[in-house]
């Protein structure tokens, strides 16, 4: 069974397609995995693996760990284009997200005060007021929106909570309007003997209808690119992303970048 990516608090830095040389935070535990999403491409593997032993690491340790990665790196001359929230599921389920990412704006601004900060997110928490105010602080908020018709996305995505809809997710999405980054993964393939397929033109219509109401600063279009839980998915390549984008575009007059 595949499992979780990060066996660490701080990873990398790596290089990331989207993102550039990007310093990982992992705010979920390092052996096990803590998602409100289940979702069937996740590279971290099914939530059913677990969430571990070591639990989520607490506030002091993360800032003692990034304090001490940062000034390495400064001190060898290494490249920072990003910090990085993403890791073994959600990161802002974690209690305390929002100081968590004041400790890291201040050790940024300290060591690497051109890199961004950006935080991956499925949208699950942006309806907690401090959680949407943390994501308002960082140059990279890049929230999720697999798809805008609900059954689409509940079988994609599978989210824990049956309160969780296009409908309510778009509406909190408006408060990031000019800011917020929406980031959607486009596949098609099979699950468990039931097609999907996010690429249609009813879906792309649909996702055109809530670009437009949320009114994003930029839109991430990407696919897969490592193995995912679910074998039997396929990755949608550049040149069809390139023509999506395209349509997205035209449709909206939000810049679209395809990774």
Do not use: W
């Not at 550039?20 to 099914?46: H, Q, R």
């Amino acid at each position: 069974m595949q499992t979780v990516l990060f066996h660490s608090t701080i990873f990398g830095p790596i290089h990331s397609r989207r993102l550039g040389v990007s310093l990982g935070i992992n705010l979920m535990p390092d052996d096990g995995k803590i998602c409100s999403f289940d979702c069937l491409y996740c590279e971290a593997g099914y939530n059913a693996q677990g969430p571990g032993t070591t639990g989520l690491p607490l506030r002091q340790k993360v800032y003692s760990m990034l304090d001490a990665k940062l000034r390495q790196m400064k001190e060898e001359g290494s490249p920072l284009d990003v910090i990085t929230f993403s890791g073994n599921g959600e990161p802002t389920l974690h209690p305390d997200f929002p100081a968590i990412i004041d400790d890291t704006i201040a050790l940024r601004d300290r060591d690497y005060p051109e890199a961004k900060v950006s935080v991956l997110t499925n949208s699950t928490r942006i309806f907690s007021p401090e959680v949407a105010e943390a994501l308002k602080k960082v140059d990279n908020n890049i929230l999720k929106l697999d798809s805008a018709v609900d059954a689409t996305m509940r079988f994609i995505d599978r989210p824990n909570s049956g309160d969780f809809t296009v409908r309510r997710v778009v509406d909190a999405l408006k408060q990031f309007e000019g800011t917020g980054i929406i980031q959607t993964m486009m596949l098609r393939g099979e699950h468990d003997g039931i097609p999907v397929d996010n690429t249609t033109d009813t879906e792309i219509d649909a996702l055109i209808a809530a670009y437009n109401e949320i009114k994003p600063s930029e839109i991430m279009l990407y696919s897969l690119d490592r193995s995912t839980p679910e074998e039997k998915l396929v990755k949608v390549e550049k040149e069809e992303l390139e023509i999506i984008a395209d349509r997205i575009r035209k449709a909206t007059g939000i810049p679209v970048q395809v990774n």
